[in-house]
Each structure stands twice: as structure tokens, then as C-alpha cells.
């Protein structure tokens, strides 16, 4: 095979391109999965816009050199020939992969060069029906839960499940933290940072029902029943949070219910979703795809939002539309794993637009805020002052 390095800048240049066939899908898939460094180079290069700025403050190498030493190659080699900014993106990523992503983006420690703050990554911890706990690989990024529990590779988390009865599993992710789980009935779940799910080893032939602290994207498989020879139908799939219960058949939506935050969401993107509150569980209110349900302790209330800013955060995004720059900052605190100031408590009601990949360090997406709203941020000590901007 050819070089390493060069052979996966190829793909990241394909990838932008959407020339990718199916066994090279694969093999970026699995580059990508083995260390959360490769995941966050691939969101960079995907968002090629930011990544060409970042190559450009590189100053430890001559990017034009090498470019020109392999710009050829890409040519003769690639028989589909790309725009000069594919092959330009290409070269970026040659250089990075061959230096190594980490030397160049994370520094040491945790911390890129500039004393910036990383953003997160594939952490998790397993807790199994007996208590004890496996910590998830960082190197990959999702587990099936079949008859046995395996990374999304085939990879063994070397423990076992034990028959029918093996009693509820809870997967939890810290601070700075995601994971991806496929559910023993198929569905798959994407659990944000600071988030648990807790579920069944089976589920029975009544229902199928999980409990939600913080936030989780679902994608629900639809699961026959048979009733003797008569009828087939779907089994109800709950999803319990502290203040609600949102029961779908085979659909996709989103629910944020984090503790320290007033209100539960539930955004529709597919399907339909039944939501009962625990204030009057003889209600329900059924959404539509695009619609959000919040909850609080006095009921809930259904309003149309954008989709792609309620669930950009599992395509590995962030995207504010006028949102609150105190919902803003609890995002960011979560996903970097920081505290966050607030030195004019009035700034938590400035309203922030704003788009910038989640794998970036954390003064690029600052950075985007600043152009967004009236603040300014000040990074020191693990911590992020919130700073109103000084008008000249």
C-alpha cells in the first residue's frame, strides 16, 4: 500500500469531494475511530473553510513547499481529479498526518501550544448490572449491546452479559465526553457530554423503556411483535427524563434534560412522539417533525425551531440561532470540560448566533462568538471570563 499518510490524506480529500466509494468509507471510518485526535483532523478538513485558516498560521514548516512537492503526485495518482481546493485540503492533511495531529493541534498536556483548551472526545464509563464498571475505549467511539457487548470494530470490552436477567446497565459520559450505543432491540443513541443512560440488558415484550439524564439523540428500531398467528405490532419505546416521558414507535429525535437547566426539550426530527409531564400524566402532546416540546414544573408548550440547531451538536457542530449566551456557555463548558465566569451577569441574556465545528479548541469557537454578540472572552487558569466588549 502507499504511504500511510498519504493514502488517508487521499480519503479526507475524497471525503470533502463526496467521491468516497464503500470500502473507502470504511477504511476512513476506521481510521477515524482509532483515536479521537483522527475524528477531530477529519471534522477539520470536512470544514474546510476553518482548516485552510488554521494551515495557514502553521509556521513550523513551508506549506507552499510542500505543497508543490505533492500536489503532482495527487494528480497522477488521482484518477478523479479534484478542484485546486481538494487537493489543497489534501496536502493539509498530508502534513498533519505526517507530523502527527497531536504535535500540531493539542501540544502537550491536553493544551495546544497556545495555552488553548481541547475540545472533547470519546469518553465513557460502562456501570454493568453486578456495579462494576468498564471504561470505554477514547480509541473508539461506540459499543452494540448484543448477545455480547462489543465496540462497533468487533472489539471485545472483555465483559460479558450473562443470559436474560442481566439487570439494568447504565452508560454514562463526563465533561468533555460522547459516546454512541446500539441498544439490545438495534436502536442507536448518542449521548452527549455530562449525560447517562440508564436500560434494560433485554427488553421485554411489553415495552422498551430507558432512562435519560442530560442529553441523547435517538434513532428507534421499529420491533415486531407477534401475537399468535393474527397480528404484528410495534413495542413502545419510553425514554423517562426527571419531568417527562416520551413515548415513540420508530422515529429519530433529540431530548436534552439536564439537571441544572430549567427546562427538558424533546425535538422531533422524524416520526412522532407522544410527551407526557409529570404534572398531568393524563395529557399527552404529540409532535411533529420540527417541532420541540419544553417541559418545566408548569407544563409544556410546542413551538417550530430549526432542526439543524437543536441537533447539530451529534453531526458535530455547534449552531446558535439567538440563543441566550448562558445556554451558549453551558454548552461549551460541558464539551471542553471548563469553567466558565460570567464578570456581567446581564451578558447571560445577550443572544448569540453563530456556526463552528465542535472539534475545534475552544478560542476558535470563542472567537466566532465574539463576532456574534457584544462580549469579549478571556481564557486563564482552565476557566473562560465572560467580558462585556468595550465599545471605542
Request: proline share 3%; with cysteine; aromatic share 8%.
Amino acid at each position: 500500500m502507499e504511504n500511510i499518510p498519504f493514502h488517508i490524506s487521499r480519503l479526507l480529500a475524497s471525503a470533502v469531494a463526496g467521491t468516497l466509494d464503500a470500502t473507502e468509507e470504511l477504511e476512513l471510518n476506521a481510521w477515524r475511530n482509532i483515536h479521537p485526535d483522527n475524528e477531530q483532523l477529519y471534522q477539520k478538513v470536512m470544514h474546510h473553510e476553518i482548516f485552510i485558516k488554521d494551515l495557514q498560521a502553521i509556521n513550523r514548516f513551508d506549506v507552499a513547499c510542500a505543497y508543490e512537492q505533492v500536489s503532482s503526485k495527487i494528480e497522477r495518482e488521482d484518477k478523479k481529479k479534484g478542484t485546486t481546493l481538494i487537493r489543497k485540503i489534501a496536502v493539509a492533511a498530508i502534513v498533519l498526518v505526517t507530523l502527527g495531529f497531536s504535535a500540531y493541534w493539542l501540544g502537550g498536556g491536553g493544551k495546544s501550544t497556545g495555552g488553548d483548551i481541547r475540545p472533547g472526545g470519546n469518553r465513557a464509563r460502562l456501570t454493568l448490572a453486578d456495579g462494576s464498571v468498564v471504561e470505554l475505549s477514547e480509541q473508539h467511539g461506540e459499543i452494540i449491546f448484543g448477545d455480547s457487548l462489543y465496540y462497533a470494530d468487533g472489539t471485545s470490552l472483555g465483559a460479558s452479559v450473562d443470559g436474560k436477567d442481566v439487570g439494568m446497565l447504565k452508560l454514562a459520559t463526563p465533561k468533555g465526553g460522547q459516546y454512541t450505543i446500539v441498544l439490545p432491540d438495534g436502536s442507536r443513541v448518542w449521548l452527549n457530554a455530562e449525560s447517562s443512560l440508564t436500560y434494560p440488558g433485554s427488553f421485554d415484550r411489553v415495552e422498551r423503556q430507558v432512562e435519560l439524564e442530560g442529553e441523547a439523540y435517538f434513532e428507534i428500531s421499529k420491533k415486531n411483535v407477534v401475537n399468535g398467528n393474527k397480528t404484528t405490532s410495534y413495542k413502545p419505546f419510553t425514554v423517562k427524563t426527571n419531568n417527562q416521558v416520551v413515548r415513540v414507535l420508530g422515529t429519530v429525535f433529540n431530548v436534552s434534560a439536564y439537571p441544572d437547566e430549567k427546562w427538558t426539550k424533546t425535538t422531533l426530527v422524524e416520526g412522532s412522539v407522544a410527551i407526557t409531564v409529570n404534572r398531568d400524566t393524563k395529557k399527552e402532546y404529540i409532535l411533529k417533525p420540527g417541532q420541540q416540546g419544553i417541559a418545566d414544573e408548569g407544563g409544556l408548550q410546542v413551538k417550530d425551531i430549526d432542526l439543524a440547531a437543536a441537533v447539530a451538536w451529534k453531526n458535530g457542530q455547534f449552531v446558535f440561532v439567538e440563543e441566550p449566551l448562558e445556554s451558549v456557555m453551558q454548552k461549551v463548558a460541558r464539551w471542553y470540560n471548563v469553567e466558565v465566569v460570567f464578570e456581567d451577569k446581564t451578558l447571560q441574556r445577550e443572544l448569540i448566533e453563530g456556526m463552528v465545528p465542535r472539534y475545534t479548541v475552544v478560542s476558535e469557537l470563542l472567537d466566532v462568538l465574539e463576532k456574534g454578540g457584544n462580549v469579549k472572552f478571556k481564557i486563564k487558569d482552565d476557566k473562560i471570563y465572560v467580558i462585556k466588549k468595550v465599545k471605542l
